[in-house]
């Protein structure tokens, strides 16, 4: 199996500057203790810092024999930040020129661009050729302005021979919001970037649940059943071998994607196959979240138990007064013909972090942002939050608690993504007993889970394209759902603002049932017996459903044990829709009940609203 030969620091997470700075006793020193090796043929050096200003730093390499290169000089001139970078002496573009003049991004290896130093004439990496690389490299990093500020993370030595073959390996999808039925092409793609050929290679690229397999088509053979694929015998220097497999997208949430180099004959410099290290360039990964469709459900409810909370201008009896965080609405519940009230209640990281829309302080209702429904009100809310944590959760209990509502939706106008990664979670309680939400996407946020996550751009404001629907088809008696950003977004998320418009409910029939367990001598010829030994006596569980009821008492499950003083003899029901005796199954005729406990069940029977039903149990006096 081919080992890695690659080192890295151990510490990070330092402060770099301002005070850090070159010249003085607050530059930073980091080891990389090198083992196991006692020659090299090419090395390549990789660093990764957060900073607010990158053209400031300066980083030097020194080696156990006492060499030291300066690699990157402190120019003063480049703005962008963090520095995430691969320095290699045959690189084409120096630092901070060609491709890599973006902002980095903050997590390595492997490290973003391949690039020379800034500093040709001190020699680059060429001065440390032909010493023996064991012991302990120092890395000194400091800025050279004192005016800014920044965090070190890693920096690794990558040592190569003629005899490595570099091998990296990256899988892509067509698309990763499939809804279900799409379907998904992965591709894989393995590259040997040399400088010698390798051999008997193989990687690991298994089907997750969640997608199906139609079709493999690529170099070498793949594997249906274990997921290997085994390339060809030879990968030359500098050759690309790709697999692509066409999948559908089974079921609905989130499937892993993960591939990785199992094993080569040869030693490669920056991963070791099949370690499990991700941050290595042998393992790759995608997530596909399949979606619900793009059609939301219809309310399981009638259209005649179906009303509406229309929010209206501030100081209007269904406006929201501009900055409050709690208030109260009343809807006409035709079900139960009553009113019911919906407390709102706006909590979290509220203070310092709400905005204004049109100059007027959210949470409030407004018709600015309406996600195509022109005109109409919705409750706005404006956020300038400072770091991916900050959230704010809107929760909203309904009508009488553990009673609530039959079913409840509700739209979420301007879910997208700009300087911001909306990302709002949704949960439905019912005595407090969690309720799922079904979450309706559009074109610019994906669902993952009980989430909404913004993707592919800023939606306009007037926009359906922003739209989020989510919908309870059960009951519920409180919603709650928390806006604020995915961690994608970076550290500080731009100025973001979302809307709820108008609540559709579905008023919550409920049946209103007793029952009652009665016992006589059974006596149908009216012979005037007693209950003594040797005669019968009759059992009756009567079970109403009021007229009062709205709905019909469903899948009702009544059980009773006998005395063991008894044996039954037969049971019957009269009343009910459906239903049958079992699990356990009925007693058999005659059967003793100290013997074999006697458990009479009926379940699975309906009963309409204004109808009694009854279960009759006859059974012998021992």
Not at 447 to 452: D, K, M, P, Q, Y
């Amino acid at each position: 199996m081919a080992a890695a030969q690659s080192f890295s620091t151990v510490t990070s997470g330092e402060q770099i500057g301002p005070n850090a700075t070159c010249g003085t006793a607050d530059e930073l020193n980091y080891p990389i203790v090198v083992t196991g090796l006692t020659s090299f043929e090419e090395l390549k050096f990789g660093f990764q810092a957060t900073t607010t200003y990158r053209g400031d730093l300066r980083v030097r390499l020194s080696s156990p024999a006492g060499t030291t290169t300066e690699l990157i000089t402190s120019n003063g001139g480049e703005g962008n930040a963090n520095l995430n970078v691969e320095i290699d002496d045959g690189a084409t573009d120096e630092i901070y020129t060609g491709d890599h003049t973006d902002p980095d991004g903050s997590i390595a290896p492997p490290y973003e661009n391949l690039v020379r130093t800034n500093n040709p004439l001190a020699g680059g990496l060429g001065n440390f050729d032909g010493e023996d690389p064991s012991g302990t490299w120092t890395v000194n990093v400091c800025d050279g302005f004192n005016a800014d500020q920044g965090n070190f993370g890693i920096a690794t030595l990558f040592f190569a021979n003629t005899s490595d073959a570099d091998l990296s390996l990256n899988v892509d999808a067509d698309t990763t919001t499939p809804e279900t039925s799409d379907t998904v092409i992965l591709t894989y793609t393995l590259v040997n970037s040399g400088p010698a050929a390798a051999t008997n290679v193989t990687a690991s690229a298994p089907i997750p649940a969640g997608l199906t397999l139609i079709t493999e088509v690529g170099a070498g053979m793949y594997n249906t059943v274990s997921g290997v694929w085994t390339l060809p015998t030879s990968l030359a220097s500098g050759s690309i071998s790709t697999l692509t497999l066409t999948t559908t997208a089974a079921s609905i949430g989130a499937a892993n994607v993960v591939t990785e180099i199992t094993a080569s004959d040869q030693t490669d410099s920056d991963s070791t196959p099949n370690n499990g290290v991700s941050i290595e360039d042998d393992y790759s990964t995608v997530t596909i979240n399949v979606q619900p469709s793009s059609i939301p459900p219809t309310l399981s409810c009638p259209a005649i138990d179906q009303f509406e909370l229309v929010f209206g201008a501030p100081g209007t009896t269904n406006g929201w007064t501009s900055g409050d965080t709690t208030r109260t609405f009343t809807a006409f519940d035709p079900v139960n013909s009553t009113n019911i009230d919906l407390d709102f209640e706006l909590k979290g990281d509220t203070t310092g972090y709400l905005g204004a829309i049109g100059g007027t302080d959210t949470p409030v209702s407004q018709t600015d942002y309406n996600g195509g429904f022109t005109g109409e009100h919705s409750i706005g809310i404006a956020a300038d939050f400072d770091s991916p944590s900050k959230f704010v959760t809107m929760g909203m209990d309904i009508g009488t608690p553990g009673v609530g509502i039959g079913a409840f939706q509700f739209i979420i106008f301007d879910v997208d993504l700009g300087g911001w990664v909306d990302r709002l979670q949704f949960r439905g309680f019912l005595s407090t007993i969690p309720v799922t939400p079904l979450i309706t996407p559009s074109t610019q946020n994906f669902v993952s889970g009980n989430e909404a996550i913004g993707q592919g751009g800023n939606a306009a404001q007037t926009s359906s394209a922003g739209n989020v629907i989510v919908t309870f088809n059960q009951p519920v008696d409180r919603v709650e759902w928390d806006y604020g950003n995915d961690i994608s977004v970076g550290p500080d998320p731009a100025f973001q603002i979302i809307a709820m418009h108008t609540i559709t409910m579905c008023g919550r029939r409920q049946a209103d049932i007793n029952a009652v367990k009665t016992v006589e001598v059974y006596d149908p010829s009216a012979l005037g017996l007693y209950m003594t030994p040797g005669n019968e006596v009759l059992y009756k569980i009567v079970v109403t459903n009021s007229a009062t009821a709205t709905a019909a008492a469903e899948d009702v499950d009544i059980s009773d044990t006998l005395p063991t003083n008894l044996k039954f003899i037969s049971a019957t029901t009269t009343g009910f829709t459906g239903g049958a005796f079992g699990s356990p199954a009925l007693p058999a005729s005659n059967q003793d009940c100290a013997v074999t406990a006697c458990v009479i069940r009926y379940s699975g029977g309906d009963v309409p609203i204004d109808t009694t039903a009854e279960i009759q149990v006859r059974a012998l006096i021992k």
